[in-house]
């Protein structure tokens, strides 16, 4: 799952559920959340890689924040 909807990473209740659900979520930072959507896909596309290879060793549950400039995603 990708979102700039970070309400799930601060909100334990949301924490829970979102992890009981067995999902690997990824999450914008809040600068790339206030940027223009181009610059938005236009990163996403650049850590595309990156998202799948996580994805593919992530535990179910585990929440990610895309950086915004390296491709190394950082543990929520």
Do not use: C, H, Y
């Not at 334990?12 to 940027?35: C, D, I, N």
């Not at 610059?39 to 998202?51: S, V």
């Amino acid at each position: 799952m990708i979102s700039a909807d970070r309400r799930i990473t601060r909100n334990k209740a949301e924490q829970r559920v979102f992890k009981a659900s067995r999902l690997v979520g990824f999450f914008f930072p809040p600068s790339l959340t206030k940027a223009k959507l181009t610059k938005q896909m236009e990163r996403l596309m650049a850590l595309w890689e990156t998202i799948e290879k996580q994805s593919d060793i992530a535990a179910g549950g585990a929440i990610f924040e895309l950086p915004m400039r390296s491709i190394r995603v950082r543990p929520i």
